[in-house]
């Protein structure tokens, strides 16, 4: 409210105060809107989802609320890819950046979301998300790809820095669980600008059969641990790429059991740590000869049996009318064989006579049965059955038409807009009731008279 005094000299008469300015809500909530865009605009705001709701165009309606307000937000669907690796749930702490507005058919001001990330999630981390989203949509993780691990491998090369404490890790433990392993060292930087394109340089090296080398039977690629700036070399897209392309299958043992990096996912291995790259690339010794001991023992039993049983069966065989008797023998197996072969040829014989009659039969009764005869009888019946059909269809036609004729006939007595059209006129009050009586009309606010050129409002004499 404005008070307008002049103490400087009292007026005659005091004149009237202006007219205020009257808004309609259409314009003061569009002040409103252009205020907030102008005034706030685009802005980062975080806070918990709740009442996600996702529609079947894709847009996504939800409300961003802290312990003290809340804020309504909408994602439409074209911006869907603007947060991958997000997936927005009830109750999920997030990060969204957008233009604030005013939606004003509702007049509430709300948050047009153009990206969404998990709280906390920082520049390189988006980052690791948005290569790791794409690399995985190549199919450079996919476990089909992966190849297995040889199980006893004697030339092993590790790509990684000989000054650092992985290295020495992983030496003592293959040493200590099998010698004689032979270990390849591709020297190279491991951290900071640069480090990355020697790995990936490095993998390229070992797997070119071109290098003067002798090939290594697996190429291990290992760090220490650290932060996820430490470890980011190991998540750059050349170095994925290498990993994915190297020839020898690969084993990436970087940082701890807690660290993940883009070269863990396209490896063909991923070991914790580079002391459990070790192990998983080494035998024990002590272990390899005990079981063979045992394997050695579960072979020897059976040998021993099958060769005692062996000569049995021979000490049998030479007291045997066979073994004393040979000759004996021959001569009447060959009286067998000549029984049997006469035997064989006169089953022939008779055999083909049986077939040659059964043949002569086949052909007598197939010159009986001429498929042309059969095939006239069978077209004749069939031009009646079509005829038939014909007649049927074209009278299932004639009756749906009349019957089709009539439903419109009645259809046609019911239409309401036929009263109308004689002289009769339909009221409904303001929500559309049809209105039956005089009563109903009185206590209704505002009537709607339908005529058949359009609808005339009235409101009952009080």
Not at 107 to 124: E, F, K, P, T
Not at 265 to 285: C, H, K, M
Not at 332 to 347: F, H, N, P, W
Request: proline residues 6%; positive net charge.
């Amino acid at each position: 409210m404005q008070l307008d005094f002049d103490l400087r000299a009292a007026p005659a008469a005091a004149k009237a105060p202006p007219e205020p300015a009257v808004l309609t809500v259409g314009s003061l909530t569009r002040r409103i809107r252009e205020l907030l865009e102008n005034g706030v605009g685009q802005v980062w705001v975080e806070g918990e989802i709740s009442n996600l709701r996702r529609q079947p165009s894709g847009h996504m309606y939800f409300t961003l609320k802290d312990a003290s307000s809340q804020l309504a937000c909408v994602l439409f669907a074209g911006q869907s890819a603007r947060i991958a690796g997000v997936r927005p749930a009830d109750g999920s702490q997030v990060q969204a950046f957008g233009d604030i507005t005013v939606y004003e058919a509702r007049g509430n001001y709300q948050l047009i979301v153009r990206q969404l990330r998990d709280r906390g999630l920082g520049a390189l981390q988006a980052k690791f998300e948005e290569l790791k989203r794409r690399l995985e949509a190549e199919g450079l993780f996919d476990p089909a790809r992966k190849r297995p691990l040889p199980k006893f491998p004697r030339r092993i090369a590790v790509v990684t820095s000989p000054a650092g404490a992985a290295i020495r890790d992983f030496l003592n433990v293959l040493h200590r669980r099998q010698r004689g392993i032979e270990v390849l060292i591709h020297p190279v930087r491991v951290q900071g600008k640069g480090a990355a394109g020697e790995i990936a340089e490095a993998i390229a090296f070992l797997g070119n059969p071109a290098n003067g080398l002798p090939r290594p039977d697996v190429v291990v690629v290992t760090r220490g641990g650290g932060s996820l700036e430490d470890l980011w070399e190991f998540n750059e897209e050349a170095v994925a790429r290498a990993v994915a392309a190297s020839p020898i299958p690969l084993v990436s043992a970087v940082g701890h059991e807690i660290d993940f990096t883009i070269c863990d996912f396209a490896a063909d291995f991923r070991a914790p740590t580079p002391s459990a790259a070790a192990e998983i690339l080494s035998a024990d010794s002590g272990e390899i000869l005990e079981k063979l001991g045992h394997l050695a023992a579960r072979l020897l039993r059976p040998a021993r049996a099958e060769l005692d049983r062996l000569r049995n069966e021979l000490a049998s065989l030479r007291r045997t009318a066979l073994f004393l008797e040979p000759e004996r023998r021959l001569r009447e197996a060959r009286q067998t064989l000549d029984s049997q072969s006469a035997g064989l040829q006169s089953a022939a014989t008779s055999a083909t006579q049986s077939l040659r009659i059964a043949l002569s039969d086949s052909l007598r009764g197939l010159q009986r049965h001429d498929p042309a005869v059969q095939i006239s009888r069978l077209q004749h019946s069939l031009d009646l059955q079509r005829q038939s059909m014909e007649r049927h269809a074209e009278k299932k036609l004639r009756d749906s038409k009349s019957t089709l004729e009539r439903q419109a006939a009645v259809l046609e007595a019911l239409n309401p807009n036929a009263a109308l059209a004689r002289g009769y006129t339909i009221t409904t009050d303001a929500s559309g009731k049809i209105l039956r009586n005089a009563a109903e009309a009185r206590a209704a606010s505002l009537l709607k008279t339908k005529f058949p050129d359009g609808t005339v409002e009235s409101r009952p004499l009080p």
